[in-house]
């Protein structure tokens, strides 16, 4: 009995050594952040939260929305170390600890949360001049001979950001389409018309009329597979 227990032991602390938390404040944050390439920095307030500003290259999980949340961290390399936060720490700590038990092992978490990064922050911002596509933009944009392959997405969404490289590929392997990319941010009000609300959310033209779609993240052969139809 004692040789088991030790051995449950001995697993739930290799376990927890394998799991690295580490809470760190902005200014050793952001070091971190500097220090690692390409780093995976993850927003996890609401969406309305993200877009009212959030630290540089951030990717948005929602960690209200459970569903959402476990979904969108499985686009994230469980290999390299993440960087997580919030408004003030709370949910960035119940985060790091769902990462942790899904295999993250490196974690650093944002001391004080978004609100102690600003006050050592001086963000500044330009406004925005571009007022986006019009609905003739958009038809023009789409008009052509060949299928049209319209993708909507936004730089902070994991799904998208797995899907990028996809679609490149695609857009480099197949001459016989047309491969426009829309940028939600960008394109706000379009979106809002044309009733784009998920993404990434991809939409095949032929003619101007929609022939197929498809939101969420989606396989290469797949896709393939509804272009070819």
Not at 58 to 77: G, H, M, P, R
Not at 163 to 179: G, Y
Not at 191 to 211: H, M, N
Request: glycine share 4%; charged share 25%.
């Amino acid at each position: 009995m004692k040789k088991i227990l030790f051995i449950v032991f001995l697993h739930s602390f290799i376990f927890v050594k394998a799991q690295k938390i580490e809470l760190l404040p902005p200014k050793s944050f952001e070091k971190k952040i500097i220090s690692v390439p390409n780093p995976q920095i993850l927003d996890v307030r609401t969406l309305e939260e993200f877009k009212n500003g959030a630290i540089e290259n951030s990717l948005n999980a929602d960690f209200n929305n459970q569903e959402e949340f476990k979904e969108y961290i499985t686009y994230l390399d469980k290999s390299k170390p993440i960087f997580v936060y919030c408004f003030s720490g709370g949910r960035s700590a119940e985060a790091s600890k769902i990462l942790a038990s899904n295999g993250f092992s490196t974690i650093y978490n944002l001391e004080g949360g978004y609100k102690d990064w600003l006050s050592k922050k001086k963000p500044v911002g330009a406004e925005n001049i571009y007022k986006g596509m019009t609905n003739v933009d958009f038809m023009n944009l789409i008009k052509s001979d060949l299928p049209v392959l319209t993708v909507f997405s936004a730089k902070w969404c994991p799904p998208c950001k797995q899907l990028a490289p996809i679609i490149n590929q695609i857009e480099v392997e197949n001459k016989n389409i047309k491969v426009v990319k829309i940028d939600v941010d960008l394109e706000k009000d379009l979106c809002a018309r044309l009733g784009v609300d998920k993404y990434p959310s991809i939409v095949l033209f032929k003619d101007q009329k929609e022939a197929w779609s498809n939101v969420g993240f989606i396989e290469k052969s797949k896709l393939i597979e509804a272009i070819s139809k």
